[in-house]
C-alpha cells in the first residue's frame, strides 16, 4: 500500500493542513496554560473564547471540506459507472 501516489495527493494534503491547524490549536493551548496564571482574568478568558471559535471554525471547516471531497468522489464513481 503507497501512502502517497497521484490519485490520494489531494488527500495527504488535506490531512496536513488539518494537522498543522490542529497543532497550532494545540500551541495555543499549552502557553494559555503554561503562561497566563500571571495575567488579569480578562485576557485569559479573551484567549479561551478565541480557542473557543478556533476549535469550532475548524470542525466545521475540516467536515465541510471533507463532505466536498465525499460529495466529488461520490460523482467521479457515478460518472465512472456509465
Known amino acids: 500500500m503507497n ?3 497521484k ?3 489531494s488527500l495527504r494534503l488535506q490531512q ?6 490542529h497543532l497550532i490549536l ?11 496564571g500571571t495575567e488579569k482574568t480578562s485576557i485569559v478568558l ?5 480557542m473557543s471559535i478556533y ?3 475548524l470542525i466545521r471547516g475540516c ?6 471531497h465525499y460529495q466529488q468522489d461520490l460523482k467521479q464513481e457515478k460518472k465512472n459507472d456509465q
Open 26 to 36: 494545540l500551541k495555543w493551548m499549552y502557553y494559555t496554560l503554561a503562561e497566563l
Open 55 to 57: 476549535g469550532a471554525a
Open 63 to 68: 467536515a465541510a471540506w471533507g463532505k466536498y
Open 16 to 21: 496536513l493542513i488539518i494537522l498543522v491547524l
Open 3 to 5: 501512502l502517497l501516489n
Open 46 to 50: 479573551v484567549h479561551y473564547i478565541g
Open 7 to 9: 490519485e490520494n495527493i
